[in-house]
């Protein structure tokens, strides 16, 4: 079964650390790969795509996301975290036409 | 601004009631899609709907029903044979399937049962 896999219910990091939200899927072919983040009681905002290219793609508010297609893994990285990044965060993957399936998702705390 | 908006932000329902959410877009999006948010469970694809006058089911559609007459509207009906429809609500849009730029949401209905 095609599936996304968000490994970690809650990541915890320090304000100024670098932070990964780690992603991984099961699909056949070469899916579309998407970041999204959720603010309480608010619908998801894109962030970040990955279609094809180079393997590591920028998106929105300093975040990063790296494709590795051997480990079929999709992890949304950030240099620097801030108290603002703290958020519930999904990884999606397009399976074509209008299909797509979200992970279960992952709740970033950054702490000051 | 071009946007989804969905109302409305808080709903409460008795039992064997049906209630309908809004969602109206003016991005232009072809593709409207309706999902429910259960915590720990990500997000489930309700209906989606590609045309006017066209909509498909998604994976948990039963209980659930939706017309698309117009491009900017996909209200979503909780019929009373959703035996737990307690959930957030989130309608989106996507320009074509949305592969190249993603969906773009609304805020969200949260409805609860009371």
């Known amino acids: 079964a095609q599936s996304v896999a968000q490994p970690e219910d809650q990541v915890n990091v320090a304000e100024g650390n670098p932070l990964t939200v780690k992603c991984t899927y099961s699909v056949s072919g070469n899916p579309y790969l998407f970041w999204y983040v959720q603010y309480p009681n608010r619908g998801l905002q894109f962030l970040l795509k990955?279609?094809?290219?180079?393997?590591l793609v920028k998106g929105s508010y300093g975040f990063e996301a790296e494709f590795n297609k051997s480990q079929t893994s999709f992890h949304l990285k950030k240099p620097s975290a801030l108290v603002s990044d703290s958020a519930l965060y999904f990884c999606a993957v397009r399976l074509g036409g209008f299909k797509t399936i979200f992970g279960a998702g992952t709740r970033l705390f950054v702490k000051a | 601004d071009g946007g989804i908006t969905q109302s409305p932000k808080y709903l409460f329902r008795k039992e064997g009631q049906n209630v309908t959410l809004s969602c109206e877009q003016n991005?232009?999006?072809?593709?409207m899609y309706w999902y429910r948010q259960d915590p720990g469970q990500g997000l489930r694809l309700i209906y989606y709907s590609q045309i006017v006058n066209d909509f498909q089911k998604g994976d948990i559609a039963e209980g659930y029903s939706v017309s698309r007459e117009k491009k900017e509207s996909f209200p979503l009906t909780v019929t009373s044979a959703q035996k737990n429809p307690t959930a957030f609500y989130l309608c989106?849009?996507?320009?074509?399937?949305?592969?190249?730029?993603?969906?773009?949401f609304g805020s969200g209905t949260r409805l609860t049962v009371v």
């Open positions: 990955y279609i094809t290219g180079d393997n």
């Open positions: 989106a849009s996507s320009m074509g399937a949305g592969g190249d730029y993603g969906y773009t």
């Open positions: 991005l232009n999006h072809d593709a």
